[in-house]
T-cell receptor, first 117, second 111 residues
Framework: GAVVSQHPSRVICKSGTSVKIECRSL??????MFWYRQFPKQSLMLMAT?????????EQGVEKDKFLINHASLTLSTLTVTSAHPEDSSFYIC?????????????FGNGTRLTVT | EDKVVQSPLSLVVHEGDTVTLNCSYE??????LLWYKQEKKAPTFLFML????IEKKSGRLSSILDKKELFSILNITATQTGDSAIYLC???????????FGTGTRLQVTL
C-alpha cells in the first residue's frame, strides 16, 4: 500500500529556533500534500495544503510566515516551524493522496512530535 | 463552516462486545466520508464511503453511510484489546481532498 514517511518522529528544540519536518511519499507521486496539527486529546486540524511547484494554501488562523511550507518535488514536502515557541509544541502530521482520482484516500505519515522548551 | 461530530467521545467495553461509533457531518461540497484508526502515532486508513447504503466490511469492522441523514456508523464486532484506539471520522470536501476531522471516539477494550 501507499507509504508516507515523515522525519523526524520526535524533536525537542529551544524557543526561538527553527525546526524542519520532512514528508515523503515513498512509492507514489503526490502533487498535493497536507499538513495537520494535533494537540493532546484533540482532533487533527488542517494547517495547510502543500502544492508541488506553487505556493501552499494556508487555513484561516495559520501564520504562513511562521509555518513555511516547501513542496519542491512530487515526493517531498517540508514544513519549517520558524522561531518556535512553547505553544507550538504539538504533533504534526503530513498526508498525501495516493492516486489521481478525487476519491483516492489520504495516507498519513507517522507524525512528528515537537516539543519546544 | 464544515463540521464533523462524533459520538460517543469515549467508550469502554469488554472484549467480545460489539460497538457502534457514530459520525454526523454538516459540510459543503461533500465528496466522501473516511474512517481512520489512530493508535500512538498517525491515523491508519480504514474505510472510505461515497455512496449511501452500501456497507463496507473488513474483518470485524464494517461501516455504512447515510447521505440523506448525513451520518455514518462504524461497527466493530467481537472486540479485542487491539481495537483500543481513537477512531476518527473525516469528511472529504471541496477540491484537493481537504479533510475535516471529527474529534474522535476513544475506544478502550478491556479483558
Amino acid at each position: 500500500g501507499a507509504v508516507v514517511s515523515q522525519h523526524p518522529s520526535r524533536v525537542i528544540c529551544k524557543s526561538g529556533t527553527s525546526v524542519k519536518i520532512e514528508c515523503r511519499s515513498l512509492d507514489f507521486q503526490a502533487t498535493t500534500m497536507f499538513w495537520y496539527r494535533q494537540f493532546p486529546k484533540q482532533s487533527l486540524m488542517l494547517m495547510a495544503t502543500s502544492n508541488e511547484g506553487s505556493k501552499a494554501t494556508y487555513e484561516q488562523g495559520v501564520e504562513k510566515d511562521k509555518f513555511l511550507i516547501n513542496h519542491a518535488s512530487l515526493t517531498l514536502s517540508t514544513l519549517t516551524v520558524t522561531s518556535a515557541h512553547p505553544e507550538d509544541s504539538s504533533f504534526y502530521i503530513c498526508s498525501a493522496r495516493d492516486g489521481t482520482g478525487r476519491y483516492s484516500p489520504l495516507h498519513f505519515g507517522n507524525g512528528t512530535r515537537l516539543t519546544v522548551t | 463552516e464544515d463540521k464533523v461530530v462524533q459520538s460517543p467521545l469515549s467508550l469502554v467495553v469488554h472484549e467480545g462486545d460489539t460497538v457502534t461509533l457514530n459520525c454526523s457531518y454538516e459540510v459543503t461540497n461533500f465528496r466522501s466520508l473516511l474512517w481512520y484508526k489512530q493508535e500512538k502515532k498517525a491515523p491508519t486508513f480504514l474505510f472510505m464511503l461515497t455512496s449511501s447504503g452500501i456497507e463496507k466490511k473488513s474483518g470485524r469492522l464494517s461501516s455504512i453511510l447515510d447521505k440523506k441523514e448525513l451520518f455514518s456508523i462504524l461497527n466493530i464486532t467481537a472486540t479485542q484489546t487491539g481495537d483500543s484506539a481513537i477512531y476518527l471520522c473525516a469528511s472529504n470536501t471541496g477540491t484537493a481532498s481537504k479533510l475535516t476531522f471529527g474529534t474522535g471516539t476513544r475506544l478502550q477494550v478491556t479483558l
